[in-house]
């Protein structure tokens, strides 16, 4: 009986682990992603390079890296080798990376 409740137990930790991913992750709407790319458009910002800081979304932006807002949209936007991406403010988290 033992040996079957250690792979159910196990196979219930992971599925609760996904859920947990799942929850975590931003979903931004296809209206906000209109609304940022048209502002972004009209609103260039030069691009930096952070060495050492990959451009995936849950990454962590350093505070020296300046965010700036958009209108109507709970996030900010930067340019970071030439790819802008949106970050939460409250984490400094890239939720989005707009190619």
Do not use: C, F, W
Request: net charge negative; aromatic share 4%; hydrophobic share 45%.
């Amino acid at each position: 009986m033992k040996i079957h409740l250690v792979p159910a137990a196990a196979g219930l930790a992971l599925l609760a682990g996904l859920g947990v991913a799942t929850a975590d992750q931003v979903i931004i709407t296809p209206e906000q992603q209109t609304v940022v790319r048209e502002y972004v458009e009209r609103h260039p910002l030069a691009s930096i390079s952070l060495l050492g800081v990959e451009l995936n979304v849950g990454s962590t932006l350093p505070d020296t890296v300046e965010l700036h807002e958009v209108p109507d949209v709970e996030y900010r936007y930067v340019v970071v080798d030439d790819r802008t991406v949106l970050v939460d403010p409250g984490t400094r988290r890239i939720v989005q990376v707009i190619d």
